[in-house]
């Protein structure tokens, strides 16, 4: 007989387990695959030489910067948030960890139960003795304490998968803040010589207002010796209100981006200290490209990218392997009595159980299907993305070194353009006085030095973003 039951047994147990095989088959999806191709020069030059390798504070070398820069590294709110993004993304590795061992829980009961005389528990209790001659009380207390723990046995590396990929997904976000803090950098860096160049402009806005004021007085001479009309007074005159006007317009410009440092450095408005002498002198050091493949090791986005998309891909394992039979471990042991006094009589009161489940989905595998199409999407778009961000930091590269090398060849033409116009300025004033020439040839000479100079000073704003912003494109700033 009891080899019968085995046979039943096996049997059952051979068609359950088919069962499960069959329907714990996966679909088959085609996994893609980045294709990081990237050319192999930035131009014709094949050094290695990179100036993303030079550490931010020996890259920029004006000490009130630097300062700045700092501040903003302690203090900065968005900064700040994103680091409790960071944070979250770490106790995510801590979950995912703790999932692999089992879960353990103590606790202790109590509880009474009265069963009625005519059901088979009741009946029971009723013929048979606790111990001879002394019968169940009725109603019957319960008196339970012990431990009791549940393990998912990870067969087919669920949990372990689903462990890696919180933990790359941890480390983008860690590259994400560095993408943050060289952004940042780059930010603070733009905004302060922004700073600079309307310091500049506005001390020359000054400086042609005294100039256009003496011209007005020369002017105003010249009518009381009939040499000239009320006409050129008043055409000088509303030129100097011109300029003057222009002056609080860039004193605007200057509050608003001393503003816009004080809050990328998290604190309210204050002045910015600065000199504005060295603009005009300063000049940026040579940059140096490298190769493209550096930009994948260098620029933190990228390999941001990178990381999300390893994640995806084990994202993928996670989803296919909830088609696959799961093996649960159930166990419990602990003490139960009747009567508190003999809660702890062992082996009398002592309780063990020990389970073991093999589950596989057999009516919610729609719903598997569906998790699983989806994570092979978001694989397929974490290709995508990170091809996209290796195109777009080529591309800004190849623009800004281009960028470079067109803003200088525009600069020495301006300063060619700004020496002919100042000789132009001593020129007309000369021929006016001797009456050689219109009073509107001196107004149309002075507002075009004045706008060539301050053509020269954004000229000169671009070539120092410029040269922020490929220092950023290469990658440094964020170590």
């Known amino acids: 007989m009891r080899r019968i039951d085995i046979k039943i047994v096996n049997r059952t147990l051979v068609i359950v387990l088919s069962v499960l095989a069959i329907h714990a088959c996966a679909p088959k999806l085609t996994v893609m695959d980045a294709d ?36 903003a590294l ?11 993004e960071i944070q979250i993304a770490r106790n995510e590795v801590r979950e995912k960890k703790g999932e692999l061992l089992p879960t353990v829980n103590v606790g202790a009961g109590a509880g009474i139960d009265k069963v009625g005389r005519y059901t088979r528990n009741g009946a029971l209790e009723a013929t048979t003795d606790i111990e001879p001659g002394k019968e169940f009380p009725e109603p019957l207390p319960d008196f339970v304490v012990g431990a009791a723990a549940t393990w998912e046995v990870d067969i087919w590396r669920k949990l372990r998968n689903a462990k890696k990929s919180a933990f790359t997904r941890y480390l983008a976000s860690v590259e994400g803040r560095n993408f943050m803090v060289t952004n940042l950098i780059a930010e603070i860096s733009n905004s302060y010589y922004e700073l600079l160049a309307l310091d500049n402009q506005l001390a020359l806005v000054q400086q042609n207002i005294k100039i256009q004021s003496d011209a007005l007085e020369i002017v105003r001479l010249q009518k009381q010796a009939s040499r000239v009309t009320e ?6 005159e509303a030129q100097v209100l011109d300029t003057r006007s222009l002056q609080y317009d860039i004193q605007q410009k200057i509050v608003e981006t001393e503003n816009e440092i004080n809050f990328l450095l998290g604190r309210y408005p204050q002045p910015i200290p600065r000199n504005a002498a060295l603009f005009e002198s300063f000049v940026p050091d040579v ?16 390999r941001q990218a990178g990381l999300d998309l390893k994640a995806a891909k084990l994202d993928i394992q996670v989803a296919k392997a909830r088609f696959y039979p799961s093996l649960g471990i159930t166990a419990g042991v602990g003490y139960q009595a009747f009567n508190p006094s003999h809660l702890l009589s062992t082996p009398e009161s002592l309780a063990f159980s020990l389970t ?5 989905p057999l009516v919610n595998r729609n719903a598997i299907k569906a998790m699983y199409y989806s994570a092979n999407s978001a694989q397929i778009q974490a290709v995508y993305n990170y091809e996209r961000t290796i195109l777009n930091a080529y591309i800004e590269v190849a623009n800004l070194m281009s960028k470079s090398s067109n803003l200088q060849s525009s600069y ?8 002919a116009l100042n000789q132009s300025i001593e020129i007309s004033n000369f021929l006016f006085r001797s009456a050689r020439a219109d009073y509107m040839e001196v107004l149309l ?35």
Do not use: C
């Open 445 to 479: 000479t002075q507002r075009e030095a004045l706008d060539s100079r301050f053509d020269l000073i954004e000229t000169k704003m671009e070539q120092l973003h410029t040269w922020i912003n490929i220092y950023k494109a290469l990658g440094g700033g964020w170590e």
């Open 412 to 419: 020495d033409l301006r300063a060619q353009q700004v020496e």
């Open 356 to 360: 073991g489940d093999l589950i596989a």
């Open 74 to 84: 302690a203090n900065n709110q968005e900064l700040n948030i994103f680091m409790q």
């Open 231 to 236: 006409l050129a007074v008043r055409r000088f």
């Open 36 to 71: 990081p191709d990237i050319p192999e020069h930035f131009d014709q030059s094949q050094d290695s030489t990179n100036t993303a390798d030079v550490q931010w504070r020996n890259y920029f070398t004006d000490p009130n910067l630097v300062a700045l820069i700092d501040t």
């Open 287 to 302: 940059v140096k490209t490298g190769v493209p493949s550096q930009l994948l090791e260098n620029r933190p986005d990228i």
